[in-house]
């Protein structure tokens, strides 16, 4: 759920993004809840953007819904695959983190984007608006404001469970490119599936 209003104080000490580090995306899926769904609108994203390239990923399923919610370990496997085919040439986390920079623009198409990113207004205002869809899109995740100053923000990411300080990293940064400013996002991780973000930009 988003938080609004009341600023939480934050002791956190903010680094870069372990790029460099190793990922084995198998550790992550065995980390993933059974329960844990996501929304069928980034099954689709990944696919649509493979047709786009002229590369063929292979979905657990031959259909997904836009507005249907389906298990995330089916979720983690096509997008590792879409990131290694998509940019073969970067590491797996640097992939991740390209696919997360071009979420806001897919998401400004649904409609739901085109209520909430599509009416934002600054920076704030779009970083609020990709906060509030964690809690819709995938079920059981938050993002919360903690902080927020002229030029940055504190975001909480809690109970994400797939690819947090890489794709997610990239979803913010992508956020900031969205919003028409120029920024970096460093993160203090808590667990695999909990991080705070600092996003700050000029």
């Known amino acids: 759920m988003l938080t609004l209003g009341t600023v939480v104080p934050t002791s956190s000490v903010f680094v870069e993004p372990p790029w460099s580090r190793p990922l084995d995306p198998m550790t992550v899926l065995h980390a993933v809840p059974a329960t844990s769904t996501i929304a069928g609108m980034f099954f689709l994203a990944a696919l649509e953007g493979a047709k786009r390239r002229g590369v063929t990923l ?46 806001p623009i897919a998401f400004s198409g649904s409609v739901l984007g085109k209520v909430t990113l599509g009416a934002a207004e600054g920076v704030h205002a779009a970083i609020a608006a990709i906060a509030s869809t964690y809690a819709i899109n995938v079920p059981g995740s938050r993002c919360d404001i903690l902080e927020t100053s002229q030029r940055g923000a504190i975001v909480a990411l809690r109970d994400v469970h797939h690819f947090l300080d890489s794709h997610h990293v990239g979803v913010f940064e992508g956020t900031l490119q969205y919003a028409g400013v120029s920024g970096q996002v460093r993160i203090a991780s808590q667990s695999i599936k909990s991080a705070d973000l600092s996003l700050e930009w000029t």
Do not use: N, Q
């Open 58 to 103: 292979s979905p657990a399923r031959d259909r997904y819904l836009r507005f249907g919610f389906y298990p995330l370990v089916e979720f983690v496997p096509l997008l590792v695959e879409a990131a290694r085919k998509f940019y073969p040439e970067r590491s797996l986390r640097e992939a991740l983190r390209a696919i997360g920079h071009v979420a």
